[in-house]
DNA sequence: CAGATAAACGGAGGCGCCTCCGTTTAAACT
DNA sequence: AGTTTAAACGGAGGCGCCTCCGTTTATCTG
């Protein structure tokens, strides 16, 4: 049973002619970088013209600005999440670990200028809140048990506490040297989880 | 120097040239009727269609949907407010409080439909979201005291607990017969509040 | 491969948002 | 009353949102 499901991301593959579905993946690929570029106010019209359809296509494959912002949100926490199994097998688990924490915090700050829209959308659909936060704590959890098995850190961590210390970290207020204060933090964390030898 | 400071609504009372604050009143009228037939989607350029004003005198008096939504709304809690004091003195003591918890009531329940843009604004001006309630609640406590001091309902009742007890009727579900049913639990509460004989 | 057809496309058009700036006017001064 | 001037007006214009529908095209069928 060659039974090769993609595991592409979420149920949207319903069976859709081809150029509807090339359309509908650049949208999603050329909204991501433009709401990454630009925050999430960008242009639709911008945004269809960039990836060279009508705006009525754009339309017809998401509804509202608010769709493809979930649709775009949903795609990078699973790419997020994946990126942790991958990590795990390229690195010793405390290496994994710290970098996938350095990609989570980095993702979290740049949501910064979608706070609201988000929010809105977080508030209407709790499902996507509650998926999303489901498919992180996994990630994390996983990372940490991993590492805590090898006997990398120590085993006495919860994934809540450890979300917790991040949570102070990403929010910190955005300035220059973020990314190295933020790393600087991380990993000072590592080093209160690694175990003593 | 007379300097007999009107007590209108808000400080917005800087001196304006006789014109500008001619048109600014019609504005805030219209709206506030749009407002409540029609949502806070309404157009704004129906408004200022209706008040007789160019769509730039609108802009130009509020610079965003937002500011002019949050001046009708304030101006509806403190008419409100003022509805206690007026009440108090047209009405007995307990016939004033369940008059003005239907109105309360019935107010909260006009706000159904701007719930998302309101809470909206509350977040991103927290001052008015507080000031709004202190407001509300100020009045409901005046109520409350008098009624107890002449002796109508008892006098040991919590202005949050009523105000608890009030959200559970503003809360139940729209239908055709809401403001009876409203009514009937106003009416309920205040047996209950009244003093035995 | 041709023909049929339903899926998908795309952009014009109508509407609302908001800005900008030339014109009007209240009111201060003489 | 006439002059001045800064405050206020108003609407044209540019842009984005979203819908609607005539046209194109992938895919199926013989």
Tied chains: 1, 2.
């Excluded at 509804?63 to 649709?71: A, F, M």
């Excluded at 988000?118 to 489901?134: A, K, P, Q, Y």
Aim: hydrophobic fraction near 40%; charged fraction near 25%; proline fraction near 3%.
């Amino acid at each position: 049973m060659a039974s090769a499901e993609p595991k592409t991301t979420s149920p949207a593959s319903t069976k859709l002619r081809a150029d509807a579905r090339r359309n509908r993946d650049r949208l999603i690929e050329v909204a991501a970088a433009a709401f990454a570029e630009n925050g999430v106010e960008t242009s639709l019209e911008d945004i269809a013209r960039q990836a060279c359809v009508g705006i009525g296509t754009l339309y017809r494959h998401f509804p509202s600005r608010e769709h493809l912002v979930e649709v775009v949100y949903r795609r990078e926490l699973e790419s997020l999440a994946t990126a942790a199994t991958e990590l795990a097998q390229k690195h010793s688990p405390d290496v994994a670990l710290e970098e996938w924490m350095r990609r989570f915090v980095g993702y979290i700050a740049t949501k910064r200028g979608m706070a609201n829209s988000l929010r809105i959308l977080m508030t209407s659909n709790s499902s996507l809140f509650s998926e999303g936060s489901g498919l992180i704590r996994g990630a994390l959890e996983s990372l940490l048990k991993t590492a805590g098995d090898k006997g990398c850190i120590r085993s006495d961590i919860e994934t809540s506490d450890l979300l917790h210390a991040l949570s102070s970290i990403y929010s910190i207020p955005e300035s220059p040297e973020w990314r190295e204060r933020s790393h600087r933090l991380i990993g000072l964390l590592m080093d209160g989880l690694r175990t003593r030898r």
